[in-house]
């Protein structure tokens, strides 16, 4: 014991300098003379010396002395000044991840630094942040709200139904650009009764580049209206819509529009809504991030609202990176592994890499691209939501009925 002792004491100086791959080296050599066990042998060279907190506690740690106003640690990098610019680029272009941020900051930089006043320190520091500590940053400033809305989906007769195939899911490797996924969101607020504004949203299942028309209900009408305006307005030619079950899609004039200009029609099955997974995940991303749940139900609101689209599109399909699945691996246990892209694409990007885009879309593209600017459509975007909420405000508060004579107020 009092040779082992003497060990300990020779060694534990060099084992708390150590690095990792030494501390393994010392281990090594210790083992076989001392005897002891490994585990042991290095609990007690790390603790040589430490006084005694107790029985059962661990022994207390040899205090170092460290100059007053001095932290512990490597020092920060990235300072409140930085955290704050950060934030304030986060919060304004719709709270992305870290991943679609940092790429999104890097294609934007030149048309940030005005707006957020960003020196070239803040500006290097912006380009050299990693997604996950971007997401480290901005933890204490995330907050998820678990909001759901009502579903006001109404299937369509089985005959109109049985005119148009079923599609489960869209094949990775043959999907051409052109092919649509459409989906309606609804604004009734809690409630949906009488007539409320909805939203098509459209989304492109080979870039991801996203539609969205604000409808003053779910008249066919307006549905028709609303396909044909992004049809007209598209930069490339749409070949094929995809729909869910509802009366709003699956009716006879639709069809025979779609028929008309040669779009395939297809529709997912009832009450599968993965089927249609594409125009619903932009349901969320798009449209309820932006606007919210609030009840929209006046023409007011419906042209707020199409303000509201006039400005996020641009920004979704020329500025916002976005992840694309590129396959499924099934495991050995069963279940399947998603591979994604390792570099984050605009729905732009992905257009102009395309070969089955013409070369006449690709020159569309890139001038209307030229038109824009994110920064300038980014606060054009806020201004036209604060509008829209300022709407809907006024609208709730006049609803509210007087109070009657000798009424109080209770507070």
């Known amino acids: 014991m009092h040779s082992r002792q003497e060990i300990v004491k020779a060694n534990y100086q060099a084992y ?23 585990s042991y042998l290095a609990t007690v060279l790390g603790n040589y010396g ?31 000044d930085f955290t704050a610019v950060l934030g304030a680029i986060w919060a304004d272009y719709g709270h992305p991840c870290g991943k679609l941020l940092v790429p999104m900051i890097g294609g934007m930089i030149g048309f940030l630094m005005a707006d957020y006043r960003i020196t070239e320190d803040i500006r290097a520091l912006l ?28 299937r369509a007769s089985a005959s109109l139904r049985s005119q148009v195939p079923v599609q489960t899911s869209f094949d990775r490797e043959t999907v051409k650009p052109g092919s649509f996924a459409f989906d309606t969101v609804a604004h009734c607020g809690a409630s949906s009764s009488g007539q409320f504004c909805k939203t098509v949203t459209g989304t492109d299942v080979y870039s991801g580049w996203v539609e969205e028309r604000s409808l003053l209900n779910s008249a066919n ?22 729909y869910d079950n509802g009366m709003e899609f699956i009716n006879k004039p639709l069809i025979a529009w779609c028929l008309e200009r040669l779009i395939r029609m297809t529709r997912s099955r009832p009450y599968k809504k993965n089927d249609n997974c594409f125009a619903e995940q932009k349901n969320f991303d798009v449209v309820r991030k932006t606007v919210g749940y609030f009840r929209f139900d006046t023409a007011e609101e419906q042209a707020a609202l199409a ?3 006039r400005n996020i599109c641009p920004l979704y399909n020329y500025w916002y990176p976005s992840f694309k699945l590129i396959r499924k691996e099934k495991q050995a246990n069963g279940r399947y592994r998603k591979i994604y892209e390792k570099t984050p694409k605009t729905p732009f990007q ?3 890499e395309s070969p089955d885009v013409s070369e006449e879309s690709k020159a569309e593209l890139r001038r209307r691209k030229s038109l824009y600017n994110p920064a300038a459509l980014n606060a054009a975007l806020n201004k036209s939501v604060t509008q829209l909420l300022k709407i809907n405000r006024e609208k709730r508060q006049d609803s509210i009925p007087p109070l009657s004579e000798g009424q109080a107020v209770v507070a």
Do not use: C
């Not at 708390?16 to 066990?37: Q, Y």
């Not at 490597?74 to 300072?79: A, D, H, I, N, V």
């Not at 971007?134 to 995330?142: F, H, S, V, Y």
């Not at 009408?221 to 070949?239: D, G, H, K």
């Open 50 to 80: 430490r006084e005694a907190a107790g029985e059962g506690s661990k022994p207390k740690g040899r205090r170092k002395e460290r100059p007053e106003g001095k932290r512990g640690g490597r020092p920060r990098e990235y300072r409140e």
């Open 307 to 309: 303000e509201v689209y």
């Open 350 to 352: 992905r257009l102009l």
């Open 221 to 242: 009408r307006w549905v028709q209206e609303a396909l044909s305006n992004i049809t007209s307005e598209l930069p490339f030619p749409m070949i094929s819509a995809h």
């Open 127 to 154: 380009l050299k942040v990693s997604p996950a500590e971007a997401d480290l940053l901005l933890r204490p400033a995330r907050k998820a709200l678990e909001i759901k809305g009502v579903s006001t989906t109404k």
């Open 16 to 38: 708390e300098r150590a690095t990792k791959k030494g501390r393994k080296e010392i281990l090594d050599r210790l083992e076989p003379v001392t005897g002891m066990n490994r």
